[in-house]
């Protein structure tokens, strides 16, 4: 989840609050399960230990019981509702392999705010399968039909962006017997 996307939902969304004591530009929220006692724990400790050391994080938080993981969740389960509350918005459902998120956000991102000033873009979705949630939040104020009239032309340089990062299609094979 990006922070202008964390942002809103803390605005128009009550009762939640940053897990994190100092705002980082992206947040990713993990859950382990296991049924053994403290496996979980354990493993997420060791996940974010290695993450410290490889300089991938510079903060963290662990929920210490269910209703504190319910407090992490809601942040992510309340994004819609708190983009609809922000003003609505354009949304795109975007598919691309993992190694290729990086470069469409940064694209994105600089080719949106360079089209469209004031624009907030929220960004969340499933890491592990290379589904992103990319919408396009309205500047504050901004009046919603002038907004809502430039959706085709937000959408192009999005679908464009995708276009030019999909990776290529695997060739047609069969198995017979």
């Known amino acids: ?50 993450a410290f050391e490889r300089g991938l994080i510079s903060d963290a938080a662990m929920a210490q019981n269910a209703t504190q993981a319910a407090q992490f969740w809601r942040l992510r389960e309340e994004m819609s509702a708190a983009q609809k509350a922000a003003g609505g918005g354009w949304k795109h459902d975007v598919s691309l392999p993992l190694t290729a998120l990086p470069e469409f956000v940064e694209r994105a991102h600089g080719a949106l705010n360079a089209q469209f000033e004031g624009i907030r873009l929220v960004t969340f979705g499933h890491l592990g399968d290379g589904n992103l949630h990319y919408n396009v939040v309205p500047p504050v104020g901004a009046y919603p ?19 030019e990062l999909e990776a290529p299609s695997p060739p047609n094979t069969a198995w017979g017997g």
């Not at 202008?4 to 004591?21: S, V």
């Not at 980082?24 to 996940?47: K, N």
């Open 145 to 163: 039909k002038a907004f809502a009239a430039r959706k085709d032309e937000g959408a192009r340089i999005v679908h464009d962006i995708v276009g």
């Open 1 to 50: 989840m990006n922070r202008q996307g964390i942002e809103i939902c803390l605005a128009h969304i009550p009762d939640t609050r940053d897990p994190l004591d100092t705002p980082t530009p992206w947040a990713v929220l993990i859950e382990l399960v296991s049924g053994e006692p403290g496996a979980a724990e354990r493993g997420m400790e060791r996940i974010l230990g290695d």
